[in-house]
């Protein structure tokens, strides 16, 4: 199993052990770039990774150094660590806030038709509306686009032009009732 595989799927307990056990065999400064880097969004660019170790070591990295550094499994699985669990304290965060926000607007439309304040209830429905709806460029860029693959022979068919059809028209005899 890869490093990223087991930190994303170990319980919180054992990702918390896994950070202290590999912060251990790792200098503070280094300790201290790998946080820097969990915090970017992405991945930075080399050279602002080489200044921010210069920076928290007080000596200058060359590249290959980064390299051999990345390649440690104890600055790689610390790095994943933290940064998975950033990742899973902002999900519960998220959850957290997003509850509440959504009793709080609540709260405020209920207060609103107390007080009769029909001014207020657009304010506080409609931004919510309007981030929970999709928006119509988004809804067309979402449209399904749908590939049909035919043969030639079926190509041929549909640029041919319309069959004629011959049709006889025969006298219809009204069946007596009697009679069956």
Same mark, same amino acid.
């Given at each position: ?5 087991? *930190?994303?799927?170990? #319980?919180?307990? *054992? ?16 300790? #201290? ?13 080399? !050279?602002? +990774? ?14 290959? $150094?980064?390299?051999?550094? %990345? ?5 790689? #699985? %610390? %790095? ?10 902002? &999900?519960?965060?998220? *959850? ?5 926000? *959504? ?14 304040? %029909?001014?207020?209830? =657009?304010?506080? !429905?409609? =931004?919510?509306?309007? &981030? ?8 067309? +860029? ?6 049909? $693959?035919? #043969?030639?022979? +079926?190509? !041929? +068919? ?23």
């Amino acid at each position: 199993m890869k490093t990223r595989e087991l *930190v994303e799927t170990v #319980t919180d307990d *054992v990702l918390h052990s896994l950070v202290q056990s590999t912060a251990g065999n790792l200098d503070g400064p280094v300790r #201290t770039f790998a946080r820097w880097l969990a915090l970017h969004k992405g991945h930075p660019r080399i !050279a602002a +990774q080489l200044e921010k170790l210069q920076e928290v070591t007080g000596f200058e990295w060359t590249e290959a $150094q980064r390299q051999e550094l %990345y390649a440690s499994g104890a600055f790689r #699985t %610390y %790095y994943l660590a933290i940064k998975e669990q950033g990742l899973r304290a902002m &999900r519960f965060r998220t *959850v957290e806030v997003a509850a509440k926000s *959504v009793e709080m607007i609540d709260w405020g439309l209920d207060e609103a038709k107390k007080k009769g304040d %029909y001014r207020a209830i =657009p304010g506080l !429905a409609s =931004p919510v509306m309007e &981030r929970a709806w999709p928006r119509r460029e988004d809804m067309a +860029q979402a449209a399904p686009t749908v590939i049909i $693959q035919i #043969t030639h022979a +079926q190509h !041929a +068919q549909l640029e041919a032009p319309p069959a004629i059809l011959e049709a006889e028209i025969i006298e219809v005899i009204p069946v007596d009732e009697s009679s069956l």
